[in-house]
Structure formats: C-alpha cells, structure tokens
C-alpha cells in the first residue's frame, strides 16, 4: 500500500543526500492537484432524505 511507505525509518546523511531529500520534498509541495469544484447537497433529517432519494429515482427513470 503506497501509505504503509510514510511509517517507514529512514536515514539521511551526507550534503548531496539532504539536498535530493529536500528537492524531492519541495518539488512535491509544487506539485499540487488542482481543486475541482463539485455540487454538493447537504441533507438534514428524513423529509430531505425522501426528498432526495425522490428526485433520485426520477432522474434514474428518465436516463433509462
């Protein structure tokens, strides 16, 4: 599992050694994902529940 790496021990020594270390870390704080925006319903209690799940089996029923 590529997570199970992160508990790993591991040794730095030597100038050119910290210096990859610190590149690699930089590079991938650059290295960021771009954010994508989603829609997003916030359901509170069971009448927005049945609600949602109404509209649901609607949209199901007309994409068939």
Do not use: C, H, W
Not at 17 to 46: C, H, K, W
Request: charged share 30%.
């Amino acid at each position: 599992m590529a997570t199970s790496s992160i508990t790993k021990n591991f040794i730095i020594s030597g100038q050119k050694q910290v210096e990859m270390f610190a590149d690699a870390i930089e590079a991938s704080a650059n290295d960021r994902t771009p954010r994508v925006p989603i829609n997003v319903t916030y359901l509170q209690g069971a009448e927005d529940i049945l609600k949602f799940m109404e509209r649901r089996k609607k949209a199901d029923a007309t994409s068939k």
